[in-house]
């Protein structure tokens, strides 16, 4: 996720000024700095937001190492974490205990961020002022839409609906693929097909204020081809019960993964 948002900050317009910290990358420029360990971290750079993209079970150590490596620096920062599970209150606690007491916000946004297509769900507690919340609203809308909710645990949804949800569309895509050939189209036309329905009915989505119940419905010619299939996948076990039944184990595991 952390690359899929750097991604989408590097391409937008005013990039913002970042330094990188993983072990993986190289390179620098007058935008980007990468630095390998905390250690290589500049010394003349105090960052306004720390964004933590790692692992909700490397988290802390992640932190003590960042607080060791800024110092006093560490202080003038906030914390933006993009990782499931972890609340504000544990991020937090580990950032005290790396000396710094420091507001946590939380966001969770999702791959097509790397296209500047993303949206994000938003969190801000009381403690972070009105500065640090418009930066961190600022930096998640470079890459995408950004939908900011009222209680943190409302992020437990959002990870399931729309931080998971690009997987559920591209299963429904890879599905439609072999279903078209198994039907005896090529692959490259079921590939076609399939993807260029998706973005199609997504620009649909994005681009009326209608409803998507009333848009199937418009579709929906009595009797006809989508009403064949549609009887089967809406029938109650189907995806009626199955979307349910997914959207809940991804709002548990996420649940799990706070601890």
């Not at 990468?34 to 290589?40: G, K, L, Y």
């Amino acid at each position: 996720m952390g690359g899929a948002l750097l991604d989408g900050w590097l391409a937008s317009p005013t990039p913002p000024k970042i330094v990188v910290l993983d072990r993986h990358r190289t390179g620098s420029d007058d935008t980007l700095t990468i630095a390998n360990t905390p250690a290589e971290i500049p010394a003349s750079f105090t960052p306004d937001i720390i964004v933590l993209a790692v692992k909700p079970a490397g988290a802390d150590k992640t932190i003590e190492d960042i607080g060791k490596a800024l110092g006093s620096r560490f202080q003038k920062s906030a914390l933006l974490s993009v990782m499931a599970g972890r609340t504000c209150e544990a991020l937090a606690s580990a950032a005290a205990q790396a000396g710094a007491e420091i507001p946590v916000l939380r966001a969770m946004p999702n791959t097509p961020s790397a296209i500047g297509a993303g949206i994000s769900g938003f969190y801000a507690p009381p403690n972070a002022t009105t500065e640090q919340a418009t930066l961190c609203h600022e930096l998640l809308f470079a890459v995408g839409d950004v939908v900011r909710v009222e209680k943190e645990e409302d992020l437990l949804a959002v990870t399931a609906v729309s931080g998971s949800g690009p997987a559920y569309v591209f299963l429904l895509a890879e599905l439609l693929e072999k279903a078209g050939q198994a039907h005896g189209l090529s692959k490259e036309t079921a590939r076609r097909l399939a993807r260029g329905t998706i973005y199609g009915a997504g620009r649909m989505l994005d681009d009326l204020p209608d409803d998507a119940e009333d848009l199937r419905k418009a579709v929906t010619s009595p009797n006809g081809t989508t009403a064949a299939a549609l009887s089967v996948l809406m029938a109650p076990d189907a995806w009626p019960a199955n979307i349910a039944k997914a959207i809940d184990a991804a709002t548990k595991r996420a649940d799990e993964l706070a601890g």
